[in-house]
């Protein structure tokens, strides 16, 4: 292994219902955690979403209401997932966007503590675009030398973005990255989760993206009519804004970060 790990680093998939973060559910979860020593620890899961897969989503993934009718619930299984993936950084392809977001929601409704702020976060994805613009199928290819076998099978996507992951670090490290926007020259990759975790999740508030950090480190939407419009100012102005995010079809990880952005204020007045 060429990574340098300090804390496990838990690699997983998901495959799902769906797409949509609020309304879709797990069907299959695989964490390949890997120790700072090497170790892989093995761990995947069918689980019974309780709501019918979409036929054609079967198709794609291979897994039908057949094969999960006798499995747990996530609500079942999310202690046991939160004690695995306990002191681990996260890992994975494309998980910015959804396995975290979608696996967030799930242990809120489950009503399990699940908190991702105190953990790393690496999006082998957010590197690959940024250096070699493809899919995970093109990187295992470009990175590894190697088709993807068993693609969108959780567990060998997992493994397969475990070895991009170290082939990435280990072609990157070091090597000289301009900005197209600014124009600016970095050395972004470096064989550090810390750093791994900079250049792909570090200006996220919310695991939809609805909120962001602006570059002068001030919370700011990231969608709709206050786009890049400070939050704390946006709800001074029309503290309504906030009322229709928590009645309306936000995930609840954004209904939560805004809580937290709102109440930080109030405790600062107090």
């Not at 979860?29 to 979403?49: A, D, F, H, L, R």
């Not at 170290?166 to 972004?188: F, H, I, L, R, W």
């Not at 250049?199 to 969608?223: C, E, H, P, Q």
Request: aromatic share 8%; proline share 4%.
């Amino acid at each position: 292994m060429y990574l340098k790990l300090r804390n496990p680093l838990a690699f997983f998939d998901l495959e799902t219902t769906g797409i949509n973060v609020i309304k879709d559910r797990i069907v299959e979860i695989s964490i390949v955690k890997v120790m700072p020593s090497g170790e892989q620890i093995i761990k995947t899961k069918k689980v019974n979403p309780t709501v019918p897969i979409p036929a054609e989503t079967s198709m794609i993934h291979g897994i039908y209401d057949e094969d999960v009718k006798d499995a747990p619930t996530f609500k079942q299984i999310a202690k046991e997932m939160a004690k695995f993936l306990e002191g681990c950084d996260l890992a994975g392809f494309n998980i910015l966007r959804f396995d975290i977001p979608l696996l967030v929601e799930e242990f809120l409704r489950a009503g399990v503590e699940f908190d991702v702020n105190n953990r790393k976060l690496v999006d082998a994805q957010k590197i690959f675009h940024m250096m070699e613009p493809r899919t995970l199928s093109a990187a295992v290819k470009f990175y590894c030398g190697k088709e993807l076998e068993d693609a969108h099978s959780a567990e060998a996507d997992t493994l397969a973005t475990y070895e991009v992951l170290d082939a990435q670090v280990k072609k990157y490290e070091g090597m000289e990255y301009k900005d197209p926007k600014t124009g600016k020259t970095s050395v972004p990759v470096e064989n550090d989760v810390n750093a791994l975790h900079k250049i792909t999740a570090s200006n996220m508030i919310d695991l939809a993206g609805r909120m962001v950090y602006n570059n002068k480190g001030v919370a700011v939407f990231n969608f709709g009519k206050h786009k890049n419009k400070p939050v704390l100012e946006v709800l001074e102005k029309e503290p309504g804004y906030y009322d229709w995010i928590l009645k309306n079809e936000f995930a609840l990880n954004t209904k939560q970060k805004l809580t937290e952005i709102k109440l930080s204020q109030f405790n600062k007045l107090k």
